[in-house]
């Protein structure tokens, strides 16, 4: 059974999606606006048999989801712009070495301390590239505190299935709004778990070997009676390090190719009125709420606009964009940041459209008002 | 478009408004209606400009955030001045007594609620909830049923008899004035 709908925040409902999912362990170090997390798990995790931890600052608490996640658990952290900047060497380790994990990144304000209390979307790159080097991630934005329940459950899902760490990337106001939602039956959900080895069929286990040939290979837990090896260094199928060009390569394009292979199965978006637009603004996070209320007020006037709502960021779906209609001339970007998104988008297009930003970067979230005058703008200029 | 209600609560942090937005906005859940409630306060723990925003609809709430509010509460001076011109031409404001009013071309109520909560219920931190007597008694916004039944959902356990007092001297000072 369905509950019945309650008013809960976003930050709450990404606790019960987690715990949904099978999150059993949460490290983290409180920041606003993510703080209701940590509290909300701090409460939650012991009644499911779970453990929570106030790690000493966000390096470790990225380290310990790294160790809980390595020895079986399903795990997860969350922060925001400072501490997700302190949890990037960490993440890139998840990244080479295939664990899985949730970070959730609700955005404020920044650079640095910026402002503590106010929304933003300014974390765009730093989600994707914010460790270095070559490296897959997944990173999920949602715009609705429902969502991002769902999100929170894919986040885990899709970290599980392709051994990566997923980014929830929310902002302050989805994260802090209180919205009427009524979760789904647990029953219904998909919930998909990491592949075990078979030790029927393994002699000896070898934790980095595709034995499936599909790029992703089993995880067995740490601490069960199979020893591995796990470094940060490039490393070969028995996890050990090696400096050789075929191994460095076959590696990295293995972490590419598992993510790259599937990336229908990972990218996410919605589609509103855009089978005829001319102009369709793209957004993600709450700033797309406004879009919506906007493309409502200008379609009863006639005016051919439509919405592309990315709840995949990363690996951007670039999809999405080969497959608008012919009628599209315009494209706006709208975001609370100085220009993200609109990059990639740009890319994607390839010249195809006119693209134009909406940006707002004052720590207010845009307004339909503002959707419309930018629309009614690019419909007179462009 | 469907009709949209939009309250906006304001005043200074520690004040519970807040927690009173959150009771509001369960409320008008409880009553059938579609809500969400948000919040804006700065890095200060207590002082500081605070406010909570509702919004009540019986349609989907695009966008969550208050522009025109219907109802403006203002339990400071500063908040005052800062929202009484966004307010909605038709709409209300309710201001503390504490607080000297002006010319603005706004129904304006003036009633003594941090006053109340001090004197009459013997705790000024119950404020909130005799402000949110106050709303509900005036808009009907919400049904009382459901205020009493978000209230007691929402408070600390021990003290749902204090802020349901607090919230019915709310409602008794806007009946009195009505």
Known sequence: ?382 | MEERTEIRLSGSGGQGLILAGIVLAEAAILDGKNAVQSQSYGPEARGGASRAEVVISDGDIDYPKVTRPKVLLALTEQAFNRFKDSVADDGIIILDSSIEKDDTPREIIQLPIIETAKNEIGKGMVANMVALGVIVELTKVVTKQAAEKAISNRVPKGTEDLNLKAFHAGCNLAEKRV
Request: charged content about 20%.
């Open chain 1, 1 to 382: 059974m369905s509950s019945s709908p309650r008013l809960m925040q976003g930050n709450e409902a990404c606790v019960e999606g987690a715990i949904a999912a099978g999150m059993r362990f949460y490290a983290g170090y409180p920041i606003t606006p993510s703080t209701e997390i940590a509290e909300i798990a701090s409460e939650k995790l012991p009644k499911v048999g779970g453990k929570f931890v106030q790690m000493e600052d966000e390096i470790g608490s990225m380290g310990a989801v790294i160790g809980a996640s390595l020895a079986g658990l399903k795990a997860m952290t969350a922060t925001s712009g400072p501490g997700f900047s302190l949890k990037q060497e960490n993440i890139g380790f998840a990244c080479l070495a295939e664990v899985p994990c949730v970070i959730v990144n609700v955005q404020r304000g920044g650079p640095s301390t910026g402002q503590p209390t106010l929304p933003a979307q300014g974390d765009v790159m730093q989600a994707r590239w914010g460790t270095h080097g070559d490296h897959p991630i997944i990173v999920l934005s949602p715009s609705y505190v429902g969502e991002v329940f769902d999100l929170t459950v894919r986040a885990f899902n899709l970290s599980e299935k392709y051994r990566v760490p997923c980014i929830l990337l929310m902002d302050e106001v989805v994260g802090h709004l209180r919205e009427k939602v009524q979760l789904p039956d647990p029953a219904t959900l998909e919930i998909i778990n990491r592949k075990k080895p078979d030790l029927s069929k393994i002699s000896h286990y070898n934790p980095y070997e595709d034995y499936d040939g599909d790029g992703i290979p089993p995880m067995a837990n740490f601490g069960e009676g199979i020893p591995f090896h796990v470094t940060g260094l490039i490393h070969d199928t028995t996890g050990f390090p090696s400096t050789k060009p075929e191994v460095t390569e076959a590696l990295i394009g293995r972490l590419m190719r598992k993510i790259y292979n599937n990336i229908d199965d990972i990218i996410d978006f919605e589609k509103y009125f855009t089978d005829d637009a001319e102009t369709v603004i793209v957004s993600f996070g709450s700033p797309a709420r406004s879009a919506i209320r906007a493309v409502k007020i200008l379609r009863n006037e006639g005016v051919k606009v439509g919405l592309l709502r990315l709840k995949t960021i990363w690996p951007f779906p670039r999809k999405a964009f080969r497959e608008l209609p012919s009628t599209v001339r315009n494209i706006i970007v709208a975001e609370m940041n100085y220009g993200q998104l609109i990059e990639p988008v740009e890319a994607a297009c390839a010249g195809k459209f006119n693209i134009f930003g909406l940006n707002k970067f004052n720590c207010e979230l845009i307004s339909p008002d503002e959707v419309i005058a930018k629309v009614r703008e690019v419909n007179k200029n462009a």
